[in-house]
Nanobody, 123 residues
Framework: QVQLVESGGGLVQAGGSLRLSCVAS????????MGWFRQTPGKEREFVAA????????KYADSVKGRFTISRDNAKNTVYLQMNSLKPEDTAVYSC????????????????WGQGTQVTVSS
C-alpha cells in the first residue's frame, strides 16, 4: 500500500515555472515507478511524465518534452515535476500515480493516486 499527496500547484503567468511534489507514505516507495498525469474538466486524463523506480529512466508526453522534468528522491519518498515555460494549455489538475512499472498503461490503471493539485497558467 502507498498513499500519495501532491503539492506545489498554483497560479502562474505564461512563461513561468512551478515545481510539483508528490510525497508517498510507506516503506516500499523506492520499489514503484511513478508518473504524473493531468486532467481538465470534460477531458480524459492525460499522461505527462514517468520515472523508473531507480530514477535512471524517464519518459515524457510530446506536449511537455523539453519543458518539464520529472525526478525523484527515494530517501525523501518524493517525486517531483519541474515545469518551466508554462503555457495556458498546461492548466489542469495534476496527479501522481505509483505502479510496478513505468508503462503508461500500467500507471494510468494504478490503484494508487494522489488527490491532485491545481495548476493554472494565465495568458
Amino acid at each position: 500500500q502507498v498513499q500519495l499527496v501532491e503539492s506545489g500547484g498554483g497560479l502562474v503567468q505564461a512563461g513561468g515555472s512551478l515545481r510539483l511534489s508528490c510525497v508517498a507514505s510507506g516503506r516500499t516507495f523506492r520499489s514503484y515507478a511513478m508518473g504524473w498525469f493531468r486532467q481538465t474538466p470534460g477531458k480524459e486524463r492525460e499522461f505527462v511524465a514517468a520515472i523508473s523506480w531507480s530514477g535512471d529512466s524517464t519518459k515524457y508526453a510530446d506536449s511537455v518534452k523539453g519543458r518539464f522534468t520529472i525526478s525523484r528522491d527515494n530517501a525523501k519518498n518524493t517525486v517531483y515535476l519541474q515545469m518551466n515555460s508554462l503555457k495556458p494549455e498546461d492548466t489542469a489538475v495534476y496527479s501522481c500515480a505509483a505502479a510496478n512499472a513505468m508503462r503508461v498503461a500500467q500507471l494510468s490503471q494504478s490503484d494508487y493516486w494522489g488527490q491532485g493539485t491545481q495548476v493554472t497558467v494565465s495568458s
